[in-house]
Each structure stands twice: as structure tokens, then as C-alpha cells.
């Protein structure tokens, strides 16, 4: 409902997953293969070869060291000002920049490949690989990163000394994640072994009233307020809390040790990579409800007022020609975005209209008649430019 009181759409929030589901199965690409833009780019295997396999530790290390690189090349890119989605090297290829060894093609495409499959053997089982899979396979967009980069930033802002100690050295680094090749020279000069699974600790822990802040700080802000979802992800988190000896927090292995009739003291925390992936499925959740919501007003926005149902079996059957009928205009979309974000302004609405408006008209249709408004489609190509869907 708008702030005018004109019901846009009568439906319970439970219903618009089921709906969501069936435009999602309606959407599904037989062809495309996991990561198929970054296997893309990859050599293919040769009949009966075996796939490479390395150490956990030297997965470990490589998912940490393209992920900071990823993030350091984001957040540079944000402070100059420069943060034009269209033109960032996206993560898949930032992984394949990343492994480049000129001397040496093939064996950079064999890291590539034991990359590609050291992360599809444990994602799901690992909570990191998980994560670095969905980057890699990049089907969730620029949003998904975003939102990503912003609430690590969070995180590492918050947990100070307990994120830099537990990480070492290597990671502080800037150079260190540039790319494999400098990752390697950095810990060589430690005098630590890429293999060696004790150098590169498994498990980050972030003490759990530091998890509790974020949550709150990333779902109960002005982009993003659910006390639902807070309520939710809190409850997991006292699930998944362990106590954690404060020592092991902070690395502190010099601290005066406790006498044996004092036991240590401890920290109940959560696993970094645990606690982001419970964070980015609950987004992924919010971002699928609101693209559901903003679909539907699209493809009634012709008729003013949406019905009080969705009928699954007309909408499989005209979802194609809706994209191309439903058309809305600027005062239409800015009620729309209203709808989901009650803080956004016109002139966001503006540049994400004039966005979607070029992707739908570009010159090579110039010939043709011009369109009297945007479609979802091309809506949903501007808000991933903006990264709408990401904004907290």
C-alpha cells in the first residue's frame, strides 16, 4: 500500500515464497553449468584426465587471499568515487586475474581448475566454500557481493584485534592478496608452508555480542527493518555459539597462563564464515521476496490496482508478454520503490529509471518506436548497476 493508501497488492508474506519458487522454476537455464562464466574461460579437461585436487590449507589460502583481494579493489574503487558496477571486473574473472602466472599458463589453469573443484567437493559441508562458490558462480549478481563487502567491512570494523590476530599477518597485508604469486612470496618470507593445514586456521571466531550488533545494524536499519529477521538470526546464533578461550581470540600465547584452579577464560562466539553465510542466506531471502513484490506491481501497473491472487497458471503462460506490456513510468516506479524502500528519494528513482529506459531503447533501436515507460526486465538491469537490492 502507498503512503495515498492505494493497494498495490493483497497478499500474506508466506504466500509470496511459493510464488517466488514458481517464477524461479520458470526461470531455470538447462544449459548453464555451475561457475559457467569462470569455467568458461578454463582450458577443457582432456578425456580421462584426473581432476587436480590440492591441500585444505592451500584451498584456505586461496579463497581468504581472492576474497581480501576482491574486497580491497571494491572498497579502493568506492573511496575514489569510482563505483560504476558496469565497468568492475566481477568475480569470476577477478579469480581467473587472480591465479595468472605468465611464465607458466598451465600450471595457473591447473590452480584454476583445483580452485574451481576444491570449492564444488566441500561447499556444501564448508561454510566458506559456500560462499566463495556463490561468488564464483556469480548468479546472484553484484548485489550479493555488495551486500557482502558491507557487512564484512561491519565485522571487521567491530571485532578489531580478534579479526586481525586470528588472520595473521599474511592477510593484513595488501600486497599479500594482489594475486597467488604475491600471496606465496608473503608467506614464504614468514617462513610458513602454503600446505601446511596448522598454518592456516580453519575456524575465525567473532565473540557473538559482536554478531548481534551486525545483525541489528544490517536488518533493522532504514534499507532493511525486520525485527523478524533479527528475532531469527539471534535464536541461531545462541544455537550456534561455542565458548572459545579468550587466548585463542586473541592469539594472546604469551598472557600470563591461569593457575590450574582457575580454567581459562572464555568467549561464547561463532564461526566467521558460519555467521556470514546464515547473514547472506537471509538476504538472498529478503532480496527474492522484494523482486517477487516489485514483479507484481510491474505487471499490473497497466490495470492501477493489483488483484488479491496470483494465478500460477496464467502467469507461466504470459509472463513473456507482460515483460513487454507492463510499462511503467517515473511517478509509477517511484510509488513501486516507495512500496519496498520508504526512504528512497526521486532523484534515485530518476537515474534508475533513465538506466533502465537506456537498456530498454539503446541506439540500435533508435529506428523503432520509442517505448512509453521501463519493463522489470530492464528495471532489474538498472538496480543491479546501483545495487539497489544491496543498499543497508
Known sequence: ETDSGQTLWKCSIKESDAIADHIAAGNKLSYRLPCHSFRSM??????????????????????????????????????????????????????????????????????????????????????????IQNLLDDMQGEDFFSFLAHSIANIKKQSGKYWDLQFGEVFSCRKATANKLQLVDTIQQQGVCFEDDESCAA???????????????????????????????????????????????????EAEAPSQDEPDAVTASVDLFTFLQIIMKTYLSHRKKNLVHIRLMFETASTGVLTDSYDLQKTSSSSCSSDQKSLVSVPQLYQILQTIWQSITLEETTMIYRDAYD??????????????????????AAAERHSLFSRV
Open 203 to 253: 575456524n575465525i571466531w567473532i565473540p557473538i555480542e559482536i554478531c548481534k550488533e551486525i545483525i541489528h545494524q544490517l536488518f533493522y536499519s532504514d534499507w532493511i527493518k525486520s525485527s523478524e529477521y533479527v528475532e531469527e538470526l539471534f535464536s541461531n546464533l545462541n544455537q550456534l555459539a561455542v565458548d572459545i578461550a579468550n587466548a585463542l581470540l586473541s592469539k594472546e600465547q
Open 42 to 131: 578454463l582450458p577443457p579437461f582432456v578425456e580421462g584426465e584426473r581432476h587436480p585436487i590440492l591441500s585444505p590449507s592451500w584451498l584456505r589460502y586461496c579463497m581468504r587471499g581472492v576474497l581480501f583481494g576482491a574486497l580491497q579493489i571494491y572498497s579502493e574503487n568506492r573511496l575514489s568515487g569510482y563505483d560504476n558496477s558496469t565497468n568492475r571486473l566481477r568475480f569470476p574473472e577477478h579469480v581467473y586475474c587472480w591465479f595468472a602466472d605468465d611464465k607458466d599458463q598451465a600450471s595457473s589453469n591447473e590452480d584454476r581448475w583445483a580452485f574451481y573443484h576444491g570449492l564444488k567437493l566441500s561447499s556444501t559441508s564448508n561454510s566458506e566454500c559456500w560462499l
Open 359 to 380: 537498456t530498454l531503447y539503446p541506439p540500435s533501436q533508435w529506428n523503432k518506436t520509442a517505448p512509453d515507460g521501463i519493463n522489470y526486465q530492464s528495471f532489474l
